[in-house]
């Protein structure tokens, strides 16, 4: 149950019988009106502002508009005491309420904070190249990925995880010549020959030219580098997508959907998104003010890049600047110059691919798209939104979000990683070393675009400085909590929600305080869902665990043989605390451990 949802739904009722078409008429003043939670020293559960925001249109003092919504806020069924405070409504909620809401957690158990159900959604990420195992330098964007799903699953959204093969181009014919160079190399060519300059030189490719060379023999050791290409392209990429699919199972991540840029490519899509915007165009005023045609595509030059940039795609279009080329006119669509599509040569970018890419995205009927895109591409940002307005006829919304890589420490000095020089670390390597969960909730401890340090002792360490462990052992504490009121009465307890009855009268501070805590989980959910966030999910955890942990501080006594009733009734509290945890974890892919 949504508690602050269904109340604030009640109030609404009462305040716009109250203000009439002060209300309906006046949009603004409605998105004024705010319903907090008040420091709980007030001794108030909810205040309002509503009589300061629509005093002057009203003609009132904020005093006298307060004190007669109270008289009415004070008939709904669920309110024990609402009073007028400098302009503020202050709302006491009758006990019962409490009661009825730690109850209907049981109630729902994993479904406690689902939201109501919302639109379709495609969510693309990592789409690393498949030209080899996945290093640590993805985990993050992985678990970031996985946990905006399940996040945004539990908010409503019907979400698909889609990975991008970027199986098409220099990189692809590279990956290909790697295999061919140490395939041959089992048959005895090129001894004491080093990697060609380029190639990837890691050892996962002498594994993997192992398999081949047993399934094929020697067959093709004397095959073109073009014609070994075009025959066991398919089946490299494919090999190296089943790495990479074992891998991200080793964090619980599973795709949906997979879509291969060789078929975007050679199914002609590229030609036809292109074909589709070049007949798309916007009426703009020109310094006459008559109005003219901007077409989204057409040709033209584009200066080059101003210094050396970082952007390869950049660099390249530098070499045909004066030149006429093929242009998306992103500049229309709030981006800082347009871009390329095809070179003076015919050639299509990349940028072309990703257009065709989104088109199809947005032809199979999704309106709400997001990419997570490392913060090396924050640049690419504008280009892609851009063209996603234009090819849905601003029907559809893209969303980036963008992701720090994470530095990482081997014995307290900084790790480069390098896929060429194979002196990377892979994704198993740190799955197998530590928790995946304590990996997890590290890598979702932070604002996906707060830059962190990976520390492999660190995130082991077993004390409150953890947040890994602080919030799992939360969890761990509220099982071990049950087992001892096992072991103090002799039985096993079972959650019955009659024992909840009067619990909620005159409760302790802090036990009240843990309620409000858990009625705040559904709007807490439903944000962070929005906002692509699931490090406010860690946040939440973090001050509940700290809420929960605080009882052993406090003058609170869970299990007391002297008072059975009492001491069922605590163990009520701790099953629903002990549900809101572990919901919250799930809802962001991590267990829950039953012992610590």
């Not at 082991?460 to 890994?468: A, D, G, I, R």
């Not at 087992?483 to 019955?496: A, C, L």
Request: aromatic content about 12%; proline content about 3%; charged content about 30%.
């Amino acid at each position: 149950m949504d508690l602050f949802k269904k109340i604030d739904n009640n109030l609404l009722v009462v305040i716009k019988d109250y203000l009439g078409d002060a209300y309906t008429q006046n949009e603004r003043l409605q998105n004024a009106i705010k319903f907090v939670i008040p420091p709980i020293q007030t001794g108030s559960d909810y205040s309002t502002n509503v009589a300061m925001v629509f005093a002057k249109a009203l003609g009132k003092k904020p005093f006298d508009i307060a004190n007669e919504l109270c008289e009415e806020i004070n008939k709904l069924d669920f309110v024990q005491e609402a009073s007028a405070v400098n302009g503020y409504i202050n709302i006491t909620f009758k006990p019962q309420i409490w009661e009825q809401f730690l109850a209907s957690i049981e109630e729902e158990k994993e479904h406690f904070g689902d939201g109501d159900k919302k639109e379709k959604v495609l969510l693309e990420f990592i789409s690393a190249n498949p030209t080899g195992p996945l290093h640590v330098g993805h985990c993050r964007g992985a678990i970031l990925g996985l946990a905006i799903a399940k996040l945004m699953q539990k908010a409503g959204y019907d979400i698909t995880k889609e990975y991008y093969i970027n199986d098409y181009g220099v990189q692809i014919r590279t990956l290909v010549k790697s295999v061919q160079f140490r395939y041959e190399q089992m048959f005895g060519l090129h001894a004491n020959e080093n990697m060609p300059e380029g190639c990837y030189p890691g050892d996962y490719l002498v594994d993997y030219a192992k398999i081949f060379a047993k399934k094929y023999g020697n067959k093709f050791i004397n095959q073109s580098e073009e014609d070994f290409y075009k025959n066991f392209k398919k089946e490299i990429v494919n090999a190296m997508m089943d790495v990479i699919r074992a891998d991200l199972k080793l964090l619980g991540l599973e795709y949906d959907s997979f879509v291969s840029e060789t078929d975007i490519v050679e199914q002609g899509k590229i030609d036809e998104a292109i074909n589709y915007l070049q007949n798309k165009y916007k009426e703009v005023a020109n310094e006459n003010g008559d109005t003219q045609k901007l077409y989204y595509i057409y040709k033209g030059k584009l200066d080059a890049p101003v210094g050396k940039s970082a952007n390869e795609e950049e660099q390249e279009e530098s070499k045909y600047s004066g030149e006429d080329q093929t242009l998306f006119r992103s500049t229309l669509f709030g981006d800082d110059k347009d871009r390329v599509v095809k070179r003076p040569d015919g050639t299509t970018t990349y940028f072309a691919s990703d257009i065709a890419y989104h088109k199809y995205k947005v032809d199979r009927g999704y309106t709400k798209l997001i990419d997570i895109f490392g913060a090396d591409h924050g640049g690419y940002v504008k280009r892609i939104t851009s063209a996603v307005d234009a090819l849905s006829e601003h029907k559809a919304n893209l969303e980036v979000v963008l992701c720090q890589m994470v530095a990482l420490e081997k014995d307290g000095q900084p790790f480069k990683m390098s896929k060429r020089k194979g002196t990377f670390v892979l994704l198993r390597d740190v799955a197998e070393t530590i928790n995946v969960d304590e990996l997890k909730l590290f890598m979702l401890s932070k604002s996906p675009d707060t830059q962190m340090t990976f520390d492999l002792v660190k995130v082991k360490e077993k004390s409150k400085e953890n947040l890994v462990y602080y919030i799992q052992y939360a969890y761990a504490r509220s099982n071990s909590v049950l087992r001892n009121f096992e072991s103090k009465f002799g039985y096993k307890y079972e959650y019955d929600p009659k024992d909840l009855d009067g619990f909620m009268q005159a409760p302790n501070k802090l036990i009240k305080e843990l309620t409000v805590f858990m009625a705040k989980y559904p709007q807490v959910i439903l944000s962070s869902a929005k906002k692509h966030a699931p490090n406010m999910i860690v946040d939440y955890l973090k001050d509940f665990a700290s809420l929960f942990h605080s009882i052993w501080s406090a003058d609170i006594k869970l299990v007391d043989t002297n008072d059975e009733k009492h001491t069922k009734a605590m163990m009520a509290f701790v099953t629903c605390v002990k549900t809101v945890i572990k919901n919250a974890l799930e809802t962001i892919s991590i267990n829950a451990p039953e012992k610590m």
